[in-house]
């Protein structure tokens, strides 16, 4: 995190890496539909989004949360994220977060003072010179190339000493007794040497077959299982970056620049830690650099043509209507068209750096909301159109047989493999209680033992199942079968061969506070996700932006 941090301040520091980095803060918002001047001036601002605590949520002051959710992102971790789908629905989730919070913070009347936001705005890291204390001249650039204002960056950490201080509560309860602080010890300090074996689930499978009917039972119990999820028909138009690379050009000095303020991305990297550091030539890095930027500038000005064909697809006057194709036709483009698809499908055209499925999921048939703004990706720039929605339903029987009785046969496997796991538990274990060894109570199976090396919590396992084996093993005795583990692949066996301990009184001493500090942030974690969940149901949250 430091070097992290310590990199973005020598970014902040050049105004041309700003530059770059900007295009992709300025056209974030676009992904999932929030650009300003379209949404602002085109889509009303009385739309209802979502309800919290009963009352609505407006389609700006969710704009608003989006876009404070992500300049936080920004400013306190350094990192520029890159907009897939994933990332806009994480920040949609943490939008909802801190919009419900900041409501049930002002309900518990809970305040912030202007002293608090200064002394917030004095340790954030963004704003702290190359000695480490506050620099009005970074804070200053910070806020021109965020585009953003004093006001605005108060406003944000307003909220988010807010929900500090409304995350208080389940954070106070990250309390370690003495009796979890030794169990806790043990866990992280034993070490283990176990023999494991597959049993495979052939074995298991190869007598279960499941009829038609018992097909359309499982069917009929579970049939949500079975919807047919929502999708949508589009048409698009797109602009390929690298149709724009003649038309721009790396400002005189831009990589040189680039290249003296990011030197250590050039490290040449050795072994010996003695070693002078040296770096990659800038004769050697030049292009790759220049390329960087020009692709970065191409994309830009693919993204403003987009967004001009934005304006001018939006209705000229009240009560127009849209108008997509004769805006395509008049700029030249071509308009293509896909078959309809829904969130998970593949969709082999589109740049999948782009967050093209989103952004068409949340195209609704109106004037305003039936195409997008500009959708950005790596390689391709977008504009979608609507052309028709398809909700979910429900099929018969008839229509998804095939899938079902997939289904049913792995149903019915997984429920035999689960329980020949419970019968094999009690039989194992009855015969290891009576003197048995691990290797004569499985050789009637005819499985192969493996057996692990010495390793503690923090080793880093290699085989195949090192994600199962090292949890199921904590809680094992030496001498003890583990809980048996259905798995993709069968049964996993585990059997305890050794379990070494240092005695609390001697080893806990040296790791105390360290052990502690962990446990609580771990504690915390989960106190304050828990939490978080139970706010948005205790909020009756309705997310109206998904109800099709």
Known sequence: MAMMISKFHKLIQSKLVWYILLGFIVVAFTFVGFSGSRQEKKRPSQKVVGELFGKKVMAQEYRQAYQNT?????????????????????????????????????????????????????RLAAFQGESGGFDVRAYNLVLKHLRTTSQQIEAILREQILIHKL??????????????????????????????????????????????????ILFNENIEAFRMPSKVHVSYVEWKINDFLAQVEAPEGAALEFYNKNLENYRIETTNEFE??????????????TDQICETLA???????????????????????????????????????????????????IDET??????????????YSSFSDAVIGKDSVYVISLEKRYPS???????????????????????????????LQKTLTAALNEGNTIQDILKPYNLNIETTEEFDIT???????????????????????????????????????ERKSIDAELGLPSIRQELIAGLSRNLTQQLTTDWQASLLSEANFKNLMTEK
């Open 70 to 122: 992500y300049l936080w992102y920004v400013l306190s971790s350094g990192n520029m994220p890159q907009m897939t789908d994933e990332m806009a629905e994480a920040l949609d989730h943490e939008a909802w977060q801190r919009l419900v919070s900041i409501r049930k913070a002002k309900a518990d009347q809970i305040t912030v003072s202007d002293a608090e936001i200064v002394k917030q705005i004095q």
């Open 167 to 216: 995350m208080i509560r389940p954070i106070q309860a990250a309390l370690i007794s003495p009796s979890e602080l030794t169990q806790a010890y043990y866990l992280y300090t034993d070490r283990f040497v176990l023999n494991y074996a597959l049993l495979p689930r052939e074995q298991i499978a190869k007598n279960i077959t499941v009829s038609r009917e018992e097909a359309e």
């Open 276 to 289: 002078i550091a040296s770096y990659k030539p800038f004769e050697n890095v030049e292009k790759e650099i």
């Open 299 to 349: 994309r830009r000005a693919a993204a403003e043509e987009a967004t001009s064909l934005v304006a001018a697809i939006a209705p000229q006057a009240e009560g127009a209507t849209s108008n997509f194709e004769g805006a395509a036709a008049k700029a030249g483009l071509t308009i293509k068209t896909l078959p309809a698809f829904g969130q998970t499908d593949t969709l082999p055209a």
């Open 354 to 367: 782009a967050p093209f499925r989103q952004a068409a999921s949340r195209l609704q048939n109106d004037a």
């Open 393 to 423: 339903f429900l099929p018969s029987f008839g229509a998804v047989e095939t899938s079902v009785m997939e289904a049913a046969q792995t149903h019915a496997i997984s429920e035999a493999v689960s329980e020949r796991a419970i019968e």
């Open 459 to 497: 080793t880093d396992l290699t085989n195949d199942y090192a994600n199962i084996l090292i949890p199921i093993c904590l809680n094992a005795k030496q001498g003890e079968l583990c809980e048996l583990v259905p798995t993709e692949d069968g049964i996993l066996i585990t059997y305890v061969a």
